[in-house]
């Protein structure tokens, strides 16, 4: 029996996560040392979908993990589904739902995921299909908990309306460079910016974990803002506080996410374990809000 409540949020002290996007291809023993390493790092939480790699990328991580013998109870594992590959759209039809975590399920491996996330909104989405396809994979022990991916608040209030299962997380593109939630709130009302929606407010009200992802990408998987001479003025700017603190520009660019008291999960997606540990250094620091706030403005944005 489900009560529907608000929220309460889930593994909060994981605040870096390892995005599995980019292993399908890699060969095992990377994957390998590049799962040990973020476990070595105190990172245990790992995202995927059912796209990424056409459903390689799992079957490998699958693969990883049996031959470390990691024992399942110690990890999270969140997956997703909802965009449909084989017809280019998206489905949140219970039918499509239950099948494809189905399969998830038997690439990763495992008898359940911890999280499971609907990736981009269904525009023909029935609620009740959705409510029913939860109902059926928490019953049956697939699923321990649900949320969304790339939803805004508006879309997640009127879909929570319907579910009976609280939506934890929703997991949308953020960085320093493609910051448009944090722009909502401080250029409100300036004719300069017009936001469609306050995600952030919305999350901190009712406790949504929010995660973020591409955290190094300038835009739509565009460019890579870190050491890119298109972008002087951040650089320059992280180039100052990676001395300051003394770490590296990458832990200063995660670090500026987990500063703003939403607290973020930020989902990393490097494939490389020297890059990983240069990353989880942000764990250890917190910017001060001076620092923030000149790294935000060095990042192009103005504050009115
Ligand atoms: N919900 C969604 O719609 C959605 C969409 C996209 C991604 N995701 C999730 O988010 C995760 C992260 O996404 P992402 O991989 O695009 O994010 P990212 O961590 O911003 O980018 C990682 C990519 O950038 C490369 N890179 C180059 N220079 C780098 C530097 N200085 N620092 C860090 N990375 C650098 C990495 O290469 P190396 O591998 O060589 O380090 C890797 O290919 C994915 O794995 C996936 O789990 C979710």
Redesign the pocket.
């Known amino acids: 029996m489900i009560i529907k409540r608000r929220s309460t949020m889930l593994y909060r002290d994981q605040n870096i ?6 292993i399908a291809d890699k060969p095992i023993e990377e994957v390998k040392d590049l799962i040990q390493t973020a476990l070595d790092l105190g990172i245990n939480f790992f ?3 059912n796209i ?1 790699g056409q459903g390689k990328s799992e079957k490998v991580f699958a693969k990883a993990i049996d031959e470390l013998g990691i024992d399942r109870s110690s990890i999270i594992i969140q997956s ?1 589904c909802g965009i449909d590959a084989k017809t280019g759209t998206y489905n949140f039809s219970k039918t499509h739902i239950i099948e494809e975590t189905t399969k998830i399920l038997e690439r990763l491996n495992t008898d359940y995921i911890d999280i499971l ?1 609907l ?2 909104p269904d525009a023909l989405m029935d609620f009740r299909e959705v409510n029913e396809a939860f109902h059926y994979l928490f019953d049956k022990g697939m699923v321990k908990a649900f949320g969304l ?2 939803q805004s608040s508006t879309q997640m209030e009127m879909m929570q309306k319907y579910i009976d299962f609280p939506l934890r997380f929703n ?3 953020f ?1 320093l460079m493609h910051s448009q939630l944090i722009d909502a709130g401080l250029q409100y009302n300036m004719g300069t910016f017009h936001s469609q929606d306050f995600l952030l407010e919305y999350a901190r009200t009712n406790q949504i974990q929010l995660q973020a ?5 300038s835009g739509f ?1 565009e460019d ?1 803002f ?2 890119n001479p298109k972008f002087p003025e951040v650089n320059e700017k992280l180039d100052e506080l990676a001395l300051k603190y003394d770490v590296s ?2 832990a200063i660019s995660v670090a500026w996410i987990l500063r703003h008291p939403v607290n973020f999960q930020v ?6 374990s020297d ?1 990983l540990k ?2 989880a250094q942000a764990k250890h620091i917190q910017l001060s809000h001076q620092d923030w706030y000149d790294l935000y403005k060095a990042s192009g944005k103005i504050l009115p």
């Open positions: 996560i390892l995005g599995c996007m980019r995202d995927h979908a990424y997703k996330l990736h981009r991916s790339n997991q949308v593109q960085s992802w591409s955290p190094f990408f998987f890579i870190i050491d520009k990458e989902v990393v997606g490097t494939t490389r890059r240069k990353i």
